[in-house]
């Protein structure tokens, strides 16, 4: 498997992953929020397709110290992935992280208790698909 177009992303992501399963949780974030931090202004599907669910590692896996960061990296990546397939153009990473970090609102999986994003239909771990909100806008 040696396409010419391979990414440097998925060999990111395995190292954030054996990060992670040596319970370096620091080092996993930060590399995550690298891949993040270069997949999102590219509108790179395939690899924050890659890195949410490790996102979603990374924040089960936090101590109370970097917890909030890992829960943030877990909703930007969500939030980029949807805006991606949605095919809403994405801002900065870090407009998102340091402009309006109050405005994430979450909400938890009826079915497999993961954390997502409250405006979301459908649960990106378990597919559990959401009541759809009282007042839908557009
Ligand atoms: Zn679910």
Redesign the pocket.
């Known amino acids: 498997m040696s396409a010419g177009d391979a990414p440097e992303e998925p060999r990111d992501i395995r190292r954030a992953r054996r990060a992670l399963e040596q319970g370096h949780v620091e080092s996993a974030l930060g590399l995550a929020w690298r891949i993040a931090g270069r997949a999102a202004p590219r509108g790179d599907e395939a690899t924050l397709g890659l890195l949410a669910p490790l996102a979603g590692e990374i924040e089960r896996q936090a101590d109370d110290g970097s917890r909030a960061e890992a829960a943030r990296l877990n909703v930007f990546v969500s939030r980029c992935l949807d805006d991606v397939r949605a095919g809403v153009p994405h801002s900065s990473p870090f407009s998102f992280v340091f402009g309006r970090p109050g405005e994430v609102r979450l909400k938890t999986?009826p079915?497999?208790?993961?954390t997502?994003r409250r405006e979301a239909r459908v649960?990106r771990?378990?597919?559990?698909r959401f009541e759809p909100p009282l007042a839908a806008g557009s």
């Not at 079915?111 to 993961?114: I, K, Q, S």
């Not at 771990?125 to 559990?128: D, L, R, S, V």
């Open positions: 999986c079915e497999c208790a993961e997502v649960c771990y378990c597919g559990h």
